[in-house]
């Protein structure tokens, strides 16, 4: 009688199971007249954090350097979450008075914390392109502020 039971009660489980696995995909709602474009995929090969506060900006941007040029010495007020879509770049950082470089190529993203103060150099010879998500821009406010040189990486 036990057996019996158990078995009862092992293929009402099994039933309850299969018929979950093959309900509940036909249950959701596929997109209609959608289209969505995949602009730029990358891994984050960063440490970062970005926290997004109630009731701030957010901007995206896509950013183009050519062989040679630089985005200058400056910080992010909420930070930025980047996505190399195309070349290398490299990205010049003050770390406890000495320079910290790390180069990014396509594919890879990285986190820039708010206020973190770098100059982002393309030393290639081909233009990089990013994409940029800019969290926790001030209300009306610039997603960037222009830095002075902090003295710790000489030459760039």
């Not at 993203?109 to 100059?119: K, L, M, S, T």
Request: proline share 9%.
């Amino acid at each position: 009688m036990r057996r019996a039971i158990r078995w009862g009660l092992l293929s009402l489980g099994l039933a309850g199971v299969v018929t979950v696995v093959t309900v509940t995909p036909s249950a959701a709602t596929p997109p209609s007249q959608l289209t969505n474009v995949v602009l730029a995929h990358g891994t984050d090969t960063s440490h970062g954090k970005v926290k997004i506060r109630f009731g701030t900006d957010v901007v995206m941007s896509q950013i183009t350097v050519s062989p040679g040029g630089s985005s200058g010495w400056h910080s992010h007020p909420g930070g930025a979450i980047v996505i190399v879509k195309e070349g290398a770049l490299t990205v010049y950082s003050p770390d406890h008075g000495r320079c910290r470089t790390h180069t990014y190529s396509a594919g890879d993203a990285f986190i820039e914390r708010p206020g973190e103060v770098d100059d982002v150099l393309n030393n290639g010879s081909t233009p990089y392109v990013l994409y940029v998500t800019l969290p926790g821009v001030p209300p009306g406010g610039s997603a960037r502020t222009d830095e002075p040189d902090p003295g710790t990486c000489p030459g760039i």
